[in-house]
């Protein structure tokens, strides 16, 4: 029925072996944070304040779930106007 942003994220790197939280928050948390001008594909990005999280794909774009019944979408990392910071897991 859908998939909310940290959901997507927490399936995404379940797939690849490594276990995150289901909060953007605490994922946020588990690696080491980067600057956005560092973002490269496979990191976290976050955006208001925590709330959100997607994966990039490269420094321009990234792949999120806006909420539970919205298609999961690629969409541009600086089309979101609120940037909160990114994390590199692993």
Do not use: K
Not at 1 to 27: F, K, N, R, Y
Request: negative net charge.
């Amino acid at each position: 029925s859908g998939i909310d942003c940290s959901g997507l994220t927490m399936m995404a790197w379940a797939a690849a072996g490594v276990q995150l939280p289901h909060l953007a928050s605490a994922q946020y948390q588990l690696g080491t944070q980067l600057s956005r001008s560092e973002v490269r594909a496979g990191d976290l990005v976050f955006f208001y304040g925590l709330d959100h999280v997607g994966i990039a794909i490269n420094n321009a774009q990234m792949i999120d779930s806006s909420t539970f019944g919205i298609p999961v979408g690629v969409h541009t990392i600086d089309s979101y106007p609120s940037y909160y910071g990114a994390t590199r897991l692993g």
